[in-house]
């Protein structure tokens, strides 16, 4: 059975409360995984297994965060900033993350900006719909 955008979106809502012990109003589209709601690194490893198993898709490692494939690739990365081949290959691994704004400042301190609640929908919704 398909599901819509905003069932897509409660359900995530209800997985990063799970995971992140936040309140559900605070989960917003737009909310940063980590700056706006506290996530760690490990904490990415929780919310990939609880959206395998709450949606029943498979989430290969890298796929919906892969910014540590990136990072540590010097073709990608040069003096703290994505290179053009590096935004290239983010584009291509992130088809689900809004880029705008990052893309005129690629600083890679800034990457965690890009892991918003939006782009865990997206790509949600990408891989029921191509299942």
Known sequence: MAMSRDEIFGEVQEVLV?????DD????CEATLMGDLGAESIDFLDIVFR?????????PREELFPAESLMNNPEFVNNGKLTEVGLRELREKMPHTNLNGFEDDPDINKLGDLFTVGAIV?????KLNSA
């Open 25 to 28: 109003d605070e989960i917003t």
């Open 51 to 59: 959206l395998e198993k709450t949606f029943g898709i498979k989430i």
């Open 18 to 22: 799970d995971a992140l012990g936040v």
């Open 122 to 126: 997206n790509y949600v919704e990408g």
